[in-house]
């Protein structure tokens, strides 16, 4: 998630980088109004004709490298060869999938994807065997990574400890979380780094970047930003940690259960990864509390409601962490 400052919508600047792009200029009004904005903004819109949605993404380079835009693409173009179900680029006019442009004195990261079909996980009634397809479709995804050729343009976990520890520095994390770094730190070393156990992940494989399509029965993946060389265990946590999104209470158990079932069709689960879950659910709420801090550190001019709102869950996100961690 961006800084607070960043929230805010920008119609204009949308239209300034939609001129790169082919688009509905009849639909355009009423399509931008969808936007959303987090670790990027993003501005649905219609192609040329009115046929077909896709998503403008921008992001300010004070937020993100462009480089970080440039090897996401190019793992989702590699991913799309592979036949993975993941959205894919939508190119300008003059060819390019993503570029770095200035707007109003401010250097903007641009990119656009296509609509992925289907409905995001928690938006749907799951079911265990809906919960079995995500588990399988993630597998794949991993199965797949493994041969990834490019993986070490992505920042790996060390660089995420890093960025961890700055901003526990910088934004004075409480003592208890500082020790509560050390102690993850050191367990993570004493993990295996194999083929089998390490490289690029998604990182945000949670029920709102995850799509089904009923008509079809068919998944998509959309949004590989944060994705890092990482364990595999960690997509593995943060899935099955949001499994109350993707199904009723009183399924979860069944639905973890067979989510892990479909996972191992797809891809290997040796114990070593099965017992490194919690410590990975440990590095996550690290890696949440750091952002927390971070998004939180500068204010923002005449906070709307729905800002406040934001501040105020942040805030509370943040207290139920510092409680979940032991001192």
Same mark, same amino acid.
């Not at 689960?269 to 952002?291: F, N, P």
């Given at each position: 998630?961006?800084?607070?400052?960043?929230?805010?919508?920008? $119609?204009?600047?949308?239209?300034?980088?939609?001129?790169?792009?082919?688009?509905?200029?009849?639909?355009?009004?009423?399509? =931008?109004?969808? $936007?959303?904005?987090?670790?990027?903004?993003?501005?649905?819109?219609?192609?040329?004709?009115?046929?077909? *949605?896709?998503?403008?993404?921008?992001?300010?380079? &004070?937020?993100?490298? %462009?480089?970080?835009?440039?090897?996401?693409?190019?793992?989702?173009?590699?991913?799309?060869?592979? @036949? #993975?179900?993941?959205?894919?680029? %939508?190119?300008?006019?003059?060819?390019?999938?993503? +570029?770095?442009?200035?707007?109003?004195?401010?250097? #903007?990261?641009?990119?656009?994807? &296509?609509?992925?079909?289907?409905?995001?996980?928690?938006?749907?009634?799951?079911?265990?065997?809906?919960?079995?397809? %995500?588990?399988?479709?993630?597998? +794949?995804?991993?199965? @797949? =990574?493994?041969? %990834?050729?490019?993986?070490?343009?992505?920042?790996?976990?060390?660089?995420?400890?890093?960025?961890?520890?700055?901003?526990?520095?910088?934004?004075?994390?409480?003592? +208890?979380?500082?020790?509560?770094?050390?102690? !993850? !730190?050191?367990?993570?070393?004493?993990?295996? *780094?194999?083929?089998?156990?390490?490289?690029?992940?998604?990182?945000?494989?949670?029920?709102? @970047?995850?799509?089904?399509?009923?008509?079809?029965?068919?998944?998509?993946?959309?949004?590989?930003?944060?994705?890092?060389?990482?364990? /595999?265990?960690?997509?593995?946590?943060?899935?099955?940690?949001?499994?109350?999104?993707?199904?009723?209470?009183?399924?979860?158990? &069944?639905?973890?259960?067979?989510?892990?079932?479909?996972?191992?069709?797809?891809?290997?689960?040796?114990?070593?990864?099965?017992?490194? #879950?919690?410590?990975?659910?440990?590095?996550?709420?690290?890696?949440? /509390?750091?952002?927390? =801090?971070?998004?939180?550190?500068?204010?923002?001019?005449?906070?709307?409601?729905?800002?406040?709102?934001?501040?105020?869950?942040?805030?509370?996100?943040?207290?139920?962490? &510092?409680?979940?961690?032991?001192?």
């Amino acid at each position: 998630m961006m800084k607070l400052k960043f929230l805010y919508e920008d $119609f204009d600047m949308a239209r300034e980088c939609l001129k790169m792009y082919d688009y509905d200029k009849e639909s355009l009004d009423s399509m =931008l109004s969808y $936007f959303r904005v987090s670790s990027n903004a993003v501005y649905p819109f219609r192609k040329a004709g009115g046929k077909g *949605v896709c998503f403008l993404r921008m992001s300010p380079a &004070e937020e993100k490298e %462009y480089k970080d835009v440039e090897t996401e693409v190019r793992l989702i173009c590699w991913l799309l060869k592979r @036949n #993975i179900p993941v959205m894919k680029p %939508y190119p300008m006019r003059d060819g390019k999938l993503s +570029k770095q442009i200035r707007i109003k004195d401010e250097l #903007i990261n641009v990119s656009c994807f &296509e609509a992925v079909p289907g409905k995001p996980l928690d938006d749907i009634d799951g079911d265990a065997e809906i919960a079995y397809g %995500y588990g399988k479709l993630l597998g +794949k995804l991993h199965k @797949n =990574l493994k041969d %990834y050729p490019f993986a070490y343009e992505r920042r790996d976990h060390t660089d995420l400890l890093d960025e961890v520890r700055k901003r526990f520095i910088r934004y004075h994390a409480q003592d +208890k979380m500082m020790e509560e770094f050390r102690r !993850v !730190v050191i367990l993570l070393d004493q993990l295996s *780094v194999t083929r089998d156990t390490y490289g690029i992940v998604h990182y945000d494989f949670e029920p709102d @970047n995850v799509l089904f399509d009923r008509d079809t029965g068919s998944f998509g993946i959309i949004d590989f930003d944060d994705s890092i060389r990482c364990w /595999y265990a960690l997509d593995i946590v943060r899935a099955l940690d949001a499994m109350n999104d993707v199904v009723k209470e009183d399924q979860i158990e &069944e639905a973890k259960k067979r989510f892990i079932e479909g996972y191992k069709e797809e891809c290997l689960l040796s114990e070593e990864q099965e017992a490194s #879950i919690l410590l990975m659910r440990r590095l996550v709420q690290l890696q949440s /509390y750091g952002t927390i =801090l971070y998004v939180l550190s500068e204010d923002a001019d005449d906070k709307p409601d729905w800002m406040m709102e934001i501040i105020d869950k942040l805030k509370i996100q943040l207290r139920k962490i &510092e409680c979940n961690v032991s001192a």
